[in-house]
């Protein structure tokens, strides 16, 4: 009888693909809001008078890398990833969405105000107001979505265990990447449409967000009444959550080949999305208006193939081997990115496009793996954990890369505005594919000696 009951829900295609639905256009907005910065990095570093805010491209990578402060060195996401596994997805993803909603408006607020040229002195440096406050803004922004990502995460392990689970994760991912896609590409638009506005993409970015928190009750509503036709007394997780178990987790050797190769990966690409739009303009020759759109084109690409490849693990498996591939294409990328006479736009068009596919073949089996490797009533706390090593890099490399632009790579002076040589830079995002393949591949020889069912198919016949 609790079986026939249960499945009304967990076993319903449109209930499970209806919630899917629901919390990926949340992260939709998130992620839009995440990358809307990146296109305007021109505007950012154009002079004061001139409409922009006037900073370095050290003060655009610090602003950049403010995304992880919270999280990194406040422990907030493992903080977040406890609160998940003790309280549930529905109470911590509101949470999260709440953070979120409160970061932007901060953000928004300090970039729409000059505060009058103030400055405050911080760590040895004078910082200005705009930059003080939208980093802050920012900061805590991070720390909501990086929670919700793990939420959701767990949300989709919960609907759809068993079933098309990777999937649903590329789905889910693709979704975000849409959001990054959009931020990338529409932005400049928008803030050409205002004037060269910098706050007013911001603030229609709040607004967005404020949708994607409705859609997230809605999601809310569904889950409870899935808990309530269960008809059990239980609480989320099935066990109680001890702070042992963080133990058990980081003393797994595949927890960590994990949480390395999704640091190393993921800071050869979101870094990168980040000073991509400049990279056009300074080595490809595009317009500041136009800069946003061949990177655009790598998180569409993400809307058909992380879904493929992620049905491809469930019915087919080789997760492992996947990763290993991704990892190839990504240091062969970076590395024609790199050379200096490769500087036709349709060379960058035809990079944006493999780097894509390696930003789909990745992800779409590496989130499934976590499942098989750690016990699902820790899996939000393992979530965080990965996503707190992977935030040392989203914070590490932006400031990095925004360093080694200030001090190696200015060739000119343009309008006010630094001319770059990127080729430092595409050396540095190389590195980390580099090392990315070699976990990769200790990766796969972990999951043949422990038997994880990396290459092994997601959905259970």
């Known amino acids: 009888m609790t079986k026939q009951i249960q499945r009304k829900l967990s076993e319903s295609k449109a209930a499970r693909w209806g919630v899917l639905a629901l919390v990926s256009f949340t992260m939709l907005c998130g992620y839009f809001i995440t990358d809307m910065m990146a296109p305007l990095q021109d505007l950012l570093q154009s002079p004061v008078g001139g409409g922009g805010l006037g900073w370095t491209g050290d003060e655009y990578g610090t602003f950049t890398s403010a995304y992880g402060w919270f999280n990194v060195f406040f422990l907030m996401l493992i903080f977040g990833g406890m609160i998940?596994?003790?309280?549930?997805?529905?109470?911590?993803?509101l949470m999260a969405t709440i953070i979120m909603l409160v970061g932007v408006a901060i953000k928004w607020f300090g970039v729409s105000h000059d505060f009058g040229g103030a400055v405050f002195r911080l760590f040895g440096s004078d910082w200005g107001y705009p930059l003080l406050v939208a980093?802050?803004?920012?900061?805590l922004f991070g720390v909501g979505i990086e929670i919700a990502g793990i939420t959701v995460s767990k949300i989709i392990v919960k609907w759809f265990k068993g079933k098309e689970m990777a999937l649903?994760?590329?789905?889910?991912?693709?979704?975000?990447?849409?959001?990054?896609?959009?931020?990338i590409g529409v932005t400049p638009f928008i803030s050409r449409a205002f004037g060269n506005?910098?706050?007013?993409?911001?603030?229609?970015?709040?607004?967005?967000?404020?949708?994607?928190?409705?859609?997230?009750?809605v999601f809310v509503v569904m889950d409870k009444r899935h808990d309530a036709e269960i008809e059990t007394n239980e609480s989320e997780p099935e066990e109680p959550f001890r702070f042992h178990d963080i133990w058990s987790i980081v003393s797994l050797k595949g927890f960590w080949l994990i949480a390395l190769l999704c640091v190393l990966f993921y800071s050869a690409v979101f870094p990168f999305l980040k000073y991509a739009p400049n990279l056009m303009i300074n080595k490809f020759g595009i317009t500041p208006e136009l800069s946003g759109i061949i990177p655009a084109l790598l998180p569409f690409g993400n809307i058909?193939?992380?879904?493929?490849?992620?049905?491809?693990?469930?019915?087919?498996?080789?997760?492992?081997?996947?990763?290993?591939?991704?990892?190839?294409?990504?240091?062969?990328?970076?590395?024609m990115f790199s050379i200096a006479f490769l500087n036709n736009w349709i060379i960058a068009l035809c990079l944006i496009i493999l780097l894509g596919i390696a930003f789909s073949l990745v992800p779409s089996a590496m989130w499934p793996s976590v499942p098989k490797i750690i016990p699902e009533n820790k899996l939000g706390t393992a979530y965080a954990l990965i996503f707190w090593v992977q935030n040392w890099g989203l914070m590490g490399v932006p400031l990095l890369i925004?360093?080694?632009?200030?001090?190696?790579?200015?060739?000119?002076?343009?309008?006010?505005?630094?001319?770059?040589?990127?080729?430092?830079?595409?050396?540095?995002?190389?590195?980390?594919g580099i090392m990315a393949l070699g976990i990769s591949i200790l990766l796969k020889r972990e999951d043949r000696i422990k038997g994880y069912g990396l290459e092994q198919p997601n959905i259970k016949k």
């Open 84 to 93: 998940l596994d003790k309280m549930g997805v529905r109470f911590t993803g």
């Open 135 to 139: 980093s802050l803004g920012y900061a």
């Open 168 to 183: 649903a994760m590329g789905l889910e991912m693709a979704c975000a990447r849409i959001g990054t896609g959009l931020a």
């Open 197 to 217: 506005s910098i706050s007013m993409p911001v603030f229609l970015g709040l607004i967005l967000l404020c949708i994607g928190f409705l859609s997230f009750i």
């Open 304 to 335: 058909l193939l992380t879904p493929f490849f992620g049905n491809l693990y469930d019915r087919r498996g080789k997760g492992a081997t996947i990763m290993i591939i991704g990892s190839v294409m990504l240091v062969f990328i970076h590395l």
């Open 402 to 432: 925004g360093k080694v632009l200030d001090k190696y790579c200015i060739i000119d002076m343009v309008e006010g505005k630094p001319a770059y040589d990127y080729t430092i830079p595409m050396l540095i995002f190389a590195s980390f």
